[in-house]
Every structure is written in C-alpha cells, then in structure tokens.
C-alpha cells in the first residue's frame, strides 16, 4: 500500500475541517485511507523549528508523496528532498517563495495549490478602515517565526500609509504571548488590529477572537473561527477547496503522473465574514454597501 506524508505547521483539532476536504479530495480521484493508501501525519502545532525534524521522519517512512500544507511546511519539504513528489498548499508567490520555476510547468518535483493570503492584506486594512473610521492607529499582530513576516510588515505599512493611518507592530510566537500583545496594543491606543497571515495564528483564532473582544479592539484575521470566537470580521481564502485539490493532486501522483506536469493551482476565492453581535458591541455600524457583500453574517 502506498504511503502519503502528510506535513502540517498547524495542530489536527483545528484542522479537522481541512483534513476532511483533504480525504474527498483523494477519494474524488480515487485513493481512500485504509483501503488503498496509507496516510503518516506529522503536525507542528505552530512551531515552525519542528518541521525539518518533521519532514525527515516522513522521508525516512519512504512515502511515496509529501502534501505540505501551510507555506512554512511546503518550504521545509522543499528543502528536505529534491525528488520525492511534493504537493503543497501555500500562501504566497510560489515562484517567490522558491517553491517552483513556473505555474504551469512547475518543474522538479513540487507542484500544488497557492491561495490569496498577502495578496488581501491591504483589502484588510481597507476592511477594518472601513468598519473603525476613527481608528487612526492600527495594530498589526506578526509571529516573529514566520520567515514570510517581514513580507507582512510591508504590505500593511504601505496600505496604511497610502490611508493616511499609522501602523503599531505587536508579536506573538506563543499563545502565552498574547496577554503581552494585546496589553501592548492598548497602551500604544491601537484603534483596530490586523492579524496577519499565519497557521499559528489562524490555529489560535478562537482565543485571538475572545481577546479582542475582551478588550473591546475591532479586529480582522484571515480564518472564520475568528470571527465565530468574538473577533469583528474576517476575510480570507477557501482552505478548504484549497486542500481538497491537493487531495486530487496527491491521488494523481499515487497514479503515476509527474509533480512537473501538474501545473499550480491558484484558488482565488475569498470570504468575508462580520460578527454583528461583535460591531453592536463596539457600537459600530456596518455601511450597506459592505453587508452587500458579505458571505456571512454572525449574528
């Protein structure tokens, strides 16, 4: 029976969901776990410095293909090994990021699916600027972990400033960190906080949502589970297609066909979602035109 490697910088509780589009997307093409493929699971749980380690366990199980999931863990299997087939799930420019030398003809051994993470982190400031017109100062959350966090900086500082706000950076590598991070925010008078792009973070989204709702911040993150915790909008990929097809994708190499032949994927389609309950809380009122364009409201 072949075996997939399954390499994750997040924890499997919180992934439940993915994992699940993840098994459809295999059995679409006709792999099932138990039946006729085996699956090793290996899950950093938010630390980054594990995933080498991580990655060489499932080098040494011989899988037959690697799915990384998060750009942290298709970067490490980039660096493991140059010939066992990689498909990834990653936020980011796969060309940039190294991981391939072209969207359609990736070449090498690594192919997979990119989704929208950086590339809507000024629709986020635009969004919480939109919902905290008064928010002069805005927060930015950062792991310092993430090697893709300076990349964040970046974006929202030039998105600030062409909104004339002004940017405060607060970091969290733990969630013991963030008692420290949002204390940070209050005293430096954070108007409103943009979480940026992380697995750690988006694995944490409950306790980040409750934390800005505690204390009373208009927030916006990439993943759902925030919003649903108590944080005020979020606005994001779809994970979930984005995994199914890397289920698709691992099932074809099972079959034979060559990571240099599938091209990249780029799942484009983002969701927005506003907690109602959260904005009357903080006594903010959502523009018409944004309820427009809602995909979902919490209320």
């Known amino acids: 029976?072949?075996?997939v490697g399954f390499l994750s910088a997040r924890s499997p509780e919180e992934s439940a969901a993915l994992l699940t589009?993840?098994?459809?997307?295999?059995?679409?093409?006709?792999?099932?776990?138990?039946?006729?493929?085996?699956?090793?699971?290996?899950?950093?749980?938010?630390?980054?410095d594990q995933l080498p380690a991580l990655t060489a366990e499932?080098?040494?199980?011989?899988?037959?293909?690697?799915?990384?999931?998060?750009t942290p863990a298709a970067l490490a299997a980039k660096a493991a090994t140059a010939i066992i087939p990689i498909v990834f799930v990653a936020g980011g420019d796969p060309l940039n990021l190294g991981l391939v030398a072209g969207l359609n003809r990736p070449g090498g051994n690594v192919t997979g699916v990119s989704v929208l993470t950086f590339e809507v982190l000024r629709k986020r400031i635009e969004l919480i600027r939109e919902l905290a017109p008064n928010a002069?100062?805005?927060?930015?959350?950062?792991?310092?972990?993430?090697?893709?966090?300076?990349?964040?900086?970046?974006?929202v500082e030039e998105a600030a400033h062409a909104l004339d706000r002004r940017?405060?950076?607060?970091?969290?590598?733990?969630?013991?960190?963030?008692?420290?991070?949002?204390?940070?925010?209050?005293?430096?008078?954070?108007?409103?906080?943009?979480?940026?792009?992380?697995?750690?973070?988006n694995g944490q989204s409950e306790q980040l949502g409750a934390l800005a709702a505690r204390h009373m911040i208009p927030a916006i993150a990439e993943v759902r589970e925030f919003a649903a915790a108590g944080g005020l909008v979020s606005y994001g990929a779809n994970?979930?297609?984005?995994?199914?097809?890397?289920?698709?994708?691992?099932?074809?190499?099972?079959?034979g066909v060559k990571p240099a032949d599938l091209p990249v994927m780029q799942a484009t389609?983002?969701?927005?979602?506003?907690?109602?309950?959260?904005?009357?809380?903080?006594?903010?009122?959502?523009?018409?035109?944004l309820l427009g364009r809602l995909d979902e409201v919490i209320e």
């Not at 993840?22 to 749980?45: C, K, M, P, T």
């Not at 979930?240 to 079959?255: C, E, H, P, T």
């Not at 389609?269 to 035109?289: M, R, W």
């Open 239 to 255: 994970f979930a297609d984005a995994y199914r097809q890397a289920g698709v994708y691992a099932s074809r190499i099972l079959k």
């Open 167 to 201: 940017i405060v950076f607060v970091n969290a590598s733990s969630p013991a960190d963030f008692a420290t991070a949002f204390a940070s925010l209050v005293a430096q008078r954070a108007g409103a906080l943009v979480v940026s792009p992380d697995p750690f973070f």
């Open 58 to 70: 499932l080098l040494r199980r011989r899988v037959s293909v690697v799915v990384a999931v998060t």
């Open 136 to 155: 002069v100062t805005i927060g930015l959350l950062v792991n310092p972990t993430n090697t893709t966090a300076e990349l964040s900086r970046r974006e």
């Open 21 to 48: 589009a993840f098994h459809q997307g295999l059995s679409e093409d006709g792999h099932v776990e138990g039946r006729n493929v085996a699956i090793e699971y290996r899950w950093a749980g938010g630390h980054f």
């Open 1 to 3: 029976m072949p075996v």
């Open 269 to 289: 389609a983002v969701h927005l979602v506003i907690n109602l309950k959260t904005a009357k809380a903080l006594g903010l009122e959502v523009p018409l035109p």
